[in-house]
């Protein structure tokens, strides 16, 4: 019975969905490629696919690459998007994209 490898990369700059998306990962059996202290030993003990990894960067992707506002919507915590009026922006909530 051979399976294929799944890599999936992931990004995602709201801090919030991170956590849970860790959490997720850790209950579901999913480890990262980069995980080499060990913090998800619970999910190396149970991963359905060995060499399969799941990696979660904490950044944003857009057509430009640099530094941005992330500004999350009051009404539905999961969401957001890149501001570029200031006063719509909370402190330390500058993520960095990719294109």
């Known amino acids: 019975d051979s399976k294929a490898d799944i890599i999936v990369e992931a990004f995602e700059p709201n801090i919030?969905?991170?956590?849970?998306?860790?959490?997720?990962?850790?209950?579901?059996?999913?480890?990262?490629?980069?995980?080499?202290?060990?913090?998800?030993i619970i999910a190396k003990n149970v991963n359905p696919h060995p060499s399969s990894y799941i990696n979660l960067y904490?950044?944003?992707?857009?057509?430009?690459?640099?530094?941005?506002?992330?500004?999350?919507?009051?009404?539905?915590?999961?969401?957001?998007?890149?501001?570029?009026?200031?006063?719509?922006?909370?402190e330390g909530s500058v993520v960095h994209t990719l294109p």
């Open 58 to 90: 904490s950044l944003g992707l857009s057509d430009k690459t640099g530094d941005v506002s992330f500004v999350e919507h009051d009404s539905n915590p999961g969401a957001g998007e890149f501001e570029n009026d200031k006063s719509k922006v909370k």
């Open 16 to 40: 919030k969905n991170r956590i849970r998306f860790c959490e997720s990962m850790e209950l579901n059996g999913w480890t990262s490629e980069f995980d080499s202290y060990g913090a998800s």
